[in-house]
């Protein structure tokens, strides 16, 4: 592996978690959200990611079989969660049905935060392999100098 598939790779988790840090900052910003554009409460969302070839099919002919089986990530895609909505009793609410009830997204604070800490750790993760492959570069151009 040669280092910019490093970065490329690293690259590709760099902006999945972006995409996934992005997801977490929409619902907890929507915590509270009892009406939308589409009438109901917000839904949570999350993000699909799938792996996906770092090399096309011509370049995958050109490098042995240790390198073969490379992947990055990408965002296959954000879907709405099929959680069913909290109903709390808040009679003086406006968007209070004739009971009384409101209707909120079930999006739970410590899942959000949990899932925001991982993303950002392997953001972190990717950036520190960007970095040791910039250090492993320069070094290679600095011995090729000496």
Do not use: C
Request: hydrophobic share 35%.
């Amino acid at each position: 592996m040669d280092f910019m598939t490093a970065m490329d790779i690293s690259a590709s988790g760099l902006k999945a978690q972006r995409a996934q840090l992005n997801v977490i900052s929409m619902n907890m910003a929507n915590i509270r959200t009892t009406k939308t554009e589409d009438g109901g409460p917000y839904q949570r969302k999350s993000v699909s990611f799938e792996s996906t070839p770092v090399y096309s099919p011509f370049a995958q002919e050109m490098h042995d079989q240790l390198n073969r089986d490379l992947k990055g990530v990408k965002v296959l895609g954000v879907t709405a969660d099929e959680r069913p909505f909290k109903q709390v009793f808040e009679p003086h609410h406006p968007d209070a049905n004739d009971q009384g009830y409101v209707t909120y997204p079930d999006i739970n604070v410590v899942e959000e935060m949990t899932n925001m800490m991982q993303a950002m750790r392997g953001y972190e993760a990717n950036v520190q392999t960007i970095q040791g492959a910039k250090r492993m570069f320069q070094k290679a151009l600095q011995i090729g100098m000496g």
